[in-house]
């Protein structure tokens, strides 16, 4: 069997929602993502770093609807990639700050994941991948992943000062 190239990637993702500008208040809001278009009020594409989109949102067959109910199948989560422990540990302290709560938070010894849900009930993950020479492997080499409880106040230790907001209306 032909395996697929090694440069494949994920692009993006697209979610159905049920409130767009609830949606966009958690994902942009939130996590920080930057709106790079809208389409009125039904749809909106979100990303980080200046590409088209990573995520994108809509109500088109969504509008008002209730989440899947549990035991359906659909999404089981969508993967947000920090690039380093401090970045994600800045994710963390943003969740903290919005009160989003948390359904998990793991190392798998090739990643440290914090797992949560967005407003409509999608399962978000937020990870960053350890280098590939720190992963953990077995005698013949072969990844010998796990999941063990992520110390969170350790990694919010790794979390960057926040930075200044600037001048407020009271500094005016």
């Known amino acids: 069997m032909a395996s697929i190239d090694a440069g494949l990637r994920v692009g993006h993702v697209h979610l159905k929602v049920a409130d767009l500008e609830r949606a966009l208040a958690f994902y942009q809001g939130v996590l920080g993502l ?3 278009q809208r389409l009125g009020t039904r749809a909106a594409f979100l990303a980080a770093g200046g590409y088209h989109h990573h995520i994108a ?4 067959e969504s509008l008002g609807a209730a989440p899947p109910p549990p ?4 999404l ?3 993967a947000l990639l920090y690039p380093t422990r401090p970045l994600l540990a800045d994710a963390l302290r943003r969740l903290i700050a919005a009160q989003i709560p948390l359904d998990g938070a793991a190392d798998h010894g090739v990643s440290e994941s914090l797992y949560l849900r967005d407003p409509d009930g999608n399962g ?9 020479a720190e992963w953990p492997r077995d005698p013949q ?3 010998a992943m796990y999941t ?3 110390d969170l106040h ?6 960057p000062p926040e930075l200044d907001p600037g001048p407020g209306p009271r500094d005016l």
């Not at 978000?124 to 590939?132: Q, S, T, W």
């Open 34 to 36: 930057e709106l790079t």
């Open 57 to 60: 949102l809509n109500t088109w």
């Open 71 to 74: 035991g359906s199948t659909g």
């Open 76 to 78: 089981y989560h969508l």
């Open 124 to 132: 978000v993950e937020l990870y960053r991948d350890r280098p590939r």
């Open 141 to 143: 080499g072969g990844l």
């Open 148 to 150: 063990h409880p992520l």
């Open 154 to 159: 350790h990694l919010l230790l790794d979390a």
